[in-house]
């Protein structure tokens, strides 16, 4: 084996070629052509870039920083939104509200506030561009699972009971926005801003209802507990699409103040959901019921699907967040890479691009706007008349239409919550100008408060009712 091994000597007749000759070789073709790139470089052009000396190299370095910068910010970020979540999970509260936590605490309300050189060599000026971009990333790539988690076949033999309950939860805290706009328009306004756009804002800010985040509570009680689970979830969706509906009246207000721009942008939206109902929903139906799509092929596609979705809305004159939202809502349900396909999305989204969102919403958040009498005394106007309108017209709704005091209660109190969509909301109107970051704080602030008392208020309505039900016999 080992002679086998063995390289086989040269044949005779055809002679080894002599070390000296690939020393001759090696200075013909490598030595002399590496001193011929030198002596170029050297010598060649002769450098006339306007940045002056190492003005590339000091640009690389710039990159390379900021790089590092947005690495570390990264793993900061993630870290404590992990520890927040987690706590607040022992709180028996949703993860979403430790995550929104972690955005108020890493933002200037406390971490600038009580270290502001650390907050600045965290989160210096040029992280904002990046940090946006990738929140903006998860924002559309949530719209698009909020969705496509839409189901309103619950909604099949109670229409008109959760069209009136959804309604009426979105048509009274509407008009206390409205009425709440005019006494806060002249102190807090922007500048130059309408009365009809500010005002048109803080309505459907009142009327929001957070679907996912509902879901998510509805899911983790047992159905003997929550018996209203199941109207309270077809009440929310029904809800939220009236108010997303609102929200594109607000934006198209916004972006275009002419009554024919408005109606334009509306027309084109409808068009576009138009063509999404009636031309890719039976595409995609069509292709993934007659062929099967392997997983590596419907997460690009849907990817894809999402971002083109997002840039149409966007070049409408609505929010980006709109074309994901209404293509999740067509997106075909039951089948198993499309399935595969959302899950592992929704695992990157919520894992990774929504907790910074919450962090760039909550480096957006001052509590210190806050600072005066006047300011907070608004704030918790904002905070009683919002949970007030939504509870009270929702419970009062559910019992008209013949529910029991503990289940219009139990409506009542999910209805209000606001959660992550809240966010999604106040973070268009403050990027559309309609509303100033001191508004947005408040409307931050009610969104918490609202938010973390779903779940207890729950609680202390089902130990309420606990000893008046009929037991059985």
Not at 160 to 172: D, E, F, K, Y
Not at 248 to 258: I, L, Q, R
């Amino acid at each position: 084996m080992a002679d086998e091994l063995r390289l086989a000597p040269p044949k005779r007749g055809r002679s080894a070629p002599a070390p000296s000759r690939a020393r001759y070789v090696y200075v013909l073709l490598v030595l002399i052509p590496v001193a011929l790139v030198a002596v170029v470089l050297r010598f060649g052009i002769t450098d006339t870039g306007s940045g002056g000396p190492g003005g590339a190299a000091d640009r690389a370095h710039a990159a390379s920083g900021t790089f590092a910068e947005l690495l570390l910010a990264l793993a900061v970020i993630l870290g404590v939104c992990h520890l927040t979540a987690g706590l607040f999970r022992r709180m028996s509260q949703p993860a979403v509200i430790g995550e929104i936590v972690a955005g108020i605490l890493l933002g200037p309300s406390l971490l600038g506030l009580l270290w502001p050189s650390g907050y600045h060599r965290l989160f210096p000026a040029d992280l904002t561009a990046p940090i946006n971009t990738l929140a903006q990333l998860g924002l559309i790539c949530f719209m698009f699972m909020v969705g496509y988690e839409l189901d309103l076949r619950a909604v099949r033999g109670r229409g008109q009971t959760v069209l009136t309950i959804s309604h009426v939860g979105v048509a009274v805290p509407l008009l206390a926005g409205v009425l709440l706009a005019l006494g806060m328009y002249a102190s807090y306004a922007p500048d130059g801003l309408g009365f009809t756009a500010f005002g048109l804002f803080i309505a459907v800010a009142m009327s929001i209802t957070a679907f996912p985040v509902l879901a998510r509570i509805i899911a983790e009680r047992r159905s003997d507990e929550l018996t209203v689970g199941p109207v309270a979830l077809a009440c929310a969706a029904v809800g939220d699409v009236t108010a997303w509906c609102l929200l594109a009246v607000v934006v198209a207000a916004a972006e275009d103040s002419s009554l024919y721009g408005v109606i334009q942008i509306l027309c084109l939206t409808a068009l576009f959901c138009a063509l999404l109902r009636f031309a890719v929903r039976p595409v995609l139906e069509h292709t993934l019921g007659t062929r099967t799509w392997s997983r590596g092929t419907v997460m690009p596609v849907l990817f894809s699907g999402i971002l083109l979705s997002a840039l149409s809305t966007d070049q409408i004159g609505i929010h980006a967040i709109f074309g994901p939202f209404l293509l999740g809502a067509v997106t075909p349900r039951g089948s198993a890479p499309v399935e595969w396909a959302v899950g592992r999305l929704r695992s990157v989204t919520e894992a990774l691009l929504l907790p910074l969102f919450f962090v760039f919403s909550g480096l957006r958040t001052s509590i210190g706007l806050l600072g005066d009498w006047q300011a907070w005394c608004w704030c918790l106007a904002v905070v009683a008349t919002a949970m007030a309108t939504k509870w009270v017209g929702t419970a009062l709704a559910a019992r008209g239409c013949g529910m029991g005091w503990e289940e219009s209660l139990s409506m009542g109190a999910l209805m209000n919550c606001r959660g992550l969509t809240e966010l999604v909301v106040l973070n268009v109107g403050l990027d559309l100008g309609v509303i100033t970051p001191t508004v947005f704080t408040m409307f931050i602030v009610m969104a918490l408060i609202s938010t973390l008392l779903t779940a207890p208020a729950l609680s202390l309505i089902a130990r309420r009712f606990s000893g008046t039900r009929a037991t059985p016999r």
